[in-house]
Each structure stands twice: as structure tokens, then as C-alpha cells.
């Protein structure tokens, strides 16, 4: 079946322009996430989306990053007045709510989209 | 807070080599515990995963054992290969919410 697919794949753009970037996740998945990879760096959280619950915005580094997820499906995350420390691959994944089976839980994995490089000038 | 702590890389290794990445982990609970693989121009996947304490998790002659009372998940193989070159990023989910904490990634190189 289809996988997490995130568009575009590239980005360039000046400093001080707006982008948007989007996630399809895998149908079915209501758990959404947002992270960033800059450069030789780790996985940073961004946001996280769960259901219809509110989302979990802790990693938002600034308020000119915000996301939205409309009808529990695709979602946007959007970058005002892009800076060149904005420039990184993000990368959208998706999973599963938690499964419980006999008392104990199972803990879905993500799946991961193959990622927006975004380049700021 | 919950926290993943990896070796620092980058690991370098011959092929056939045994490899270790140590992977040590700080959560409330009992969280889920989970080793993901970057190869060179593509997105992240999951190599294997870890639900409960002793628990083994195993893919690709790769293995990590859910070691509760040293709070660890080590990846290991006995015999890396050139195709083995990739990050991998140690990972958790706890209980209590339902955000993933990853590490910083261990860069592994296997020359031939």
C-alpha cells in the first residue's frame, strides 16, 4: 500500500518568504508527526497530531512555524518569514493509535515520509 | 523528561566486524524502545523494535535486547556489510503520551 508522502520533495526560497509544506500520511493513521533534520543533526520534534485531541506544539521553535491537520488526514506545516537556520529536511511521519492486547499495550511504530529538503537563500 | 542517549559517531568498521551501538534511555514507565535506519538518500526506517523488559527485538541479523534494569537498548551484529552503511537512530515511546524521543543518530561506515 501507499506510504507516507510528503510534497514537495525540494524547496528553495528567499529569506522572509512564506512555505508550506505537506504530508499525506498512511490512511488510517491517526497519529501525525513533524520533525526537523538539519544537516548531520538528529531527529528535532516538532509537533505531534493525535486524533482529534489538541495538538502537542512543544517543539515549534518559533511562532512563525505553525501546522494544521484537516480532517485527520493531511496536513500542512508552514514557515513565515523563512530564516537560512529554517534549512533542513523535514520529514513527516505517521502511526497507529496504541493497540492494547490483553492488558498490555503494543506501541505502533512510525513511518516516516521521505522528506522536504527545504533551502532558504 | 524523557531522554535517548547514542554513542557519539562516527562508528567505522570492516566488513564482517561485530558492531555495537549503545543506545541508554531515560523515561517514566515502561516505554516502547525502537532502533530506526537512515541509508544514504532515503528516509527513515524501522529496523527493529522492543515492547517489554527482556523483550529481543531482531531484523537483518541485526538484534537489540530490552535491558530494563540498565535502562538500555544496545544494537548489535556480528558480521556488518558495506550495505550495513547507514545512521541509526536509537528511539522510545512511553506510556503516558504518545511522542517519540529519538536520539542523535550513530553514523556507521563498513569498508569492504
Known amino acids: 500500500g501507499a506510504g507516507v508522502s510528503q510534497s514537495p520533495s525540494n524547496k528553495v526560497t528567499e529569506k522572509g518568504k512564506d512555505v508550506e509544506l505537506r504530508c499525506d500520511p498512511i490512511s488510517g493513521h491517526t497519529a501525525l508527526y513533524w520533525y526537523r533534520q538539519s544537516l548531520g543533526q538528529g531527529l528535532e520534534f516538532l509537533i505531534y497530531f493525535q486524533g482529534n485531541s489538541a495538538p502537542d506544539k512543544s517543539g515549534l521553535p518559533s511562532d512563525r512555524f505553525s501546522a494544521e491537520r484537516t480532517g485527520g488526514s493531511v496536513s500542512t506545516l508552514t514557515i513565515q518569514r523563512t530564516q537560512q537556520e529554517d534549512s533542513a529536511v523535514y520529514l513527516c511521519a505517521s502511526s497507529l493509535n496504541i493497540a492494547w492486547a490483553g492488558g498490555n499495550s503494543t506501541y505502533n511504530e512510525q513511518f516516516f515520509g521521505p522528506g522536504t529538503r527545504l533551502t532558504v537563500l | 523528561g524523557n531522554s535517548v542517549t547514542q554513542?557519539?559517531?562516527?562508528?567505522?568498521?570492516?566488513?564482517?566486524?561485530?558492531?555495537?551501538?549503545?543506545?541508554?534511555?531515560?523515561?517514566?514507565?515502561?516505554?516502547?524502545?525502537?532502533?530506526?535506519?537512515?541509508?544514504?538518500?532515503?528516509?527513515?526506517?524501522?529496523?527493529?523494535?522492543?515492547?517489554?523488559?527482556?523483550?529481543?527485538?531482531?531484523?537483518?541479523?541485526?538484534?537489540?535486547?530490552?535491558?530494563?534494569?540498565?535502562?538500555?537498548?544496545?544494537?548489535?551484529?556480528?558480521?556488518?556489510?558495506?550495505?550495513?552503511?547507514?545512521v541509526y537512530f536509537c528511539a522510545l515511546r512511553d506510556n503516558y503520551g504518545q511522542n517519540f524521543v529519538f536520539g542523535p543518530g550513530t553514523r556507521l561506515s563498513v569498508l569492504p
Open chain 2, 7 to 86: 554513542m557519539e559517531g562516527p562508528v567505522t568498521l570492516s566488513e564482517e566486524a561485530f558492531l555495537t551501538i549503545n543506545c541508554t534511555y531515560t523515561a517514566t514507565g515502561y516505554p516502547s524502545l525502537f532502533w530506526y535506519v537512515q541509508y544514504p538518500g532515503e528516509g527513515l526506517q524501522l529496523l527493529l523494535k522492543a515492547t517489554k523488559a527482556d523483550d529481543k527485538g531482531s531484523n537483518k541479523g541485526f538484534e537489540a535486547t530490552y535491558r530494563k534494569e540498565t535502562t538500555s537498548f544496545h544494537l548489535e551484529k556480528g558480521s556488518v556489510q558495506v550495505s550495513d552503511s547507514a
